[in-house]
């Protein structure tokens, strides 16, 4: 998962502004991006892009993603490893910087 991430954050220059992160906690994986306020730059917050959670009883990842008009997307992927995610010639979750 780290290198998943890796290659997908920003360039180094622009990780003060917006970066990209993600978290481990039980059989989930949460990816978020850390950014500036936009009406206050000093707070730094945290929103979630995507989240897998592993189901070990059905041996699939269900995946849950927020759409642009905040309605929550749930699908699943039979996968039994998270780092093949990124291997399908479309990008589950594209990420473009400039």
């Known amino acids: ?3 998943y991430i890796e290659s997908r954050r920003p360039p ?3 990780r003060k502004e917006i ?3 993600f978290r481990l906690k039980d059989q989930s994986v949460e990816i978020f991006e850390i950014r500036l306020l936009w009406n206050n730059p ?3 917050i945290e929103e ?3 989240k897998a959670t592993y189901v070990k009883s059905k041996k ?3 995946l849950y993603w927020q759409r642009a008009d905040l309605k929550e997307i749930k699908g699943s992927v039979t996968n ?3 780092n093949d995610f990124h291997l399908s010639p479309t990008p589950l979750f ?3 910087y400039r």
């Open 60 to 62: 699939i990842w269900k």
């Open 19 to 21: 970066n990209l992160s």
């Open 42 to 44: 000093e707070k730094i």
């Open 1 to 3: 998962m780290r290198e």
């Open 12 to 14: 180094a220059h622009m």
């Open 48 to 50: 979630s892009v995507a």
């Open 80 to 82: 039994r490893n998270a």
């Open 94 to 96: 594209p990420v473009v």
